[in-house]
């Protein structure tokens, strides 16, 4: 029995406790001067903005898609592709934004989940609908105009990194 309380005191094998006591002891909370000096040094990218160029870049595949196959409604599926992806962000980067959800951390991280899943359900919908609001349609087309989409936000924050190196 001593042997066990020997070894679960040993340094090898701080408890969980301890552990998180230690993590307070080095957290310092930071100054108004130092917390306006960080996010001047590391500016927010703005969900507008990402949803900007999420929107530019669906209509500059919707119209490359036209111009290369000649057809309108493979400019048009692309295109819906790409909406699939904008307007549940849109509305989900509204729904984020509101000052209800910024009140605590608890019903920020309730408000994230909340809002998540309604623009997984909007998606999904509007993927659903697509047969019906795009004549005739093309899968593939409307497949590329939604993950080309898609990936402009990680274009976005790859430069704002950048940006913020300077």
Known sequence: MANSAKSAASPGN???AQDFEAGEESFKTLT???AQKLREARPQVS???VLAGQLVAGIVVACVAWALTGQRSIGWSALYGALAVVIPAA???RGLTGKVWSMNPGTAVMGFFLWEMVKI???VAMLFAAPRL?????WPAMLVGLVVTM?????ALMFAARRNKL
């Not at 795009?134 to 093309?138: A, H, K, R, Y």
Request: glycine letters at 4%.
């Open 134 to 138: 795009v004549s005739m349609l093309s």
């Open 14 to 16: 701080r408890g969980v």
């Open 91 to 93: 509305l989900f980067a």
């Open 32 to 34: 108004r001067e130092e």
């Open 47 to 49: 969900p507008w903005s």
């Open 121 to 123: 359900a909007l998606t």
């Open 151 to 155: 990936k402009v936000s990680w274009l």
